[in-house]
């Protein structure tokens, strides 16, 4: 059974940057590739970005193409979530989400993910 703690979030203002962390602990993590999902009030959730097992390889929804930064860390078994340019529509509850599906499904929904995180609010203002 794989943990994942998140860390970060808050308040920032449109255009500032914010920096999200998710711990894993009770599994190998370097198993499993590695997502961030995001679910804004009244929408479902959707995807944001993914990493692979080693980290070589990057998916990122349209939305966040070019200002948000997915990276790992392996000796630690973290993922991190970099936001940069943030927009108000960027607001939403952020979550973390290890899978074994190749990361080229993951952009497909939430659906199959292994584990989640609990969630972590992140909220834009204009």
């Known amino acids: 059974q794989v943990q994942l703690v998140q860390s970060g979030g808050g308040l920032v203002q449109a255009g500032g940057s914010l920096s999200l962390s998710c711990a894993a602990s009770?599994?190998?993590?370097?198993?499993?590739?590695m997502a961030w999902f995001r679910q804004a009030p009244g929408k479902e959730r959707e995807f944001v970005a993914a990493i692979s097992r080693s980290g070589g390889n990057t998916d990122y929804a349209d939305s966040v193409k070019g200002r948000f930064t997915i990276s790992r860390d392996n000796t630690k078994n973290t993922v991190y979530l970099q936001m940069n340019s943030l927009k108000s529509e960027d607001t939403a509850v952020y979550y973390c989400?290890?899978?074994?599906?190749?990361?080229?499904?993951?952009?497909?929904?939430?659906?199959?993910?292994?584990?989640w995180g609990k969630g972590t609010l992140v909220t834009v203002s204009s």
């Open positions: 989400a290890a899978a074994r599906l190749p990361i080229a499904i993951l952009r497909r929904g939430a659906d199959g993910m292994d584990y």
């Open positions: 009770g599994g190998t993590f370097s198993n499993y590739n």
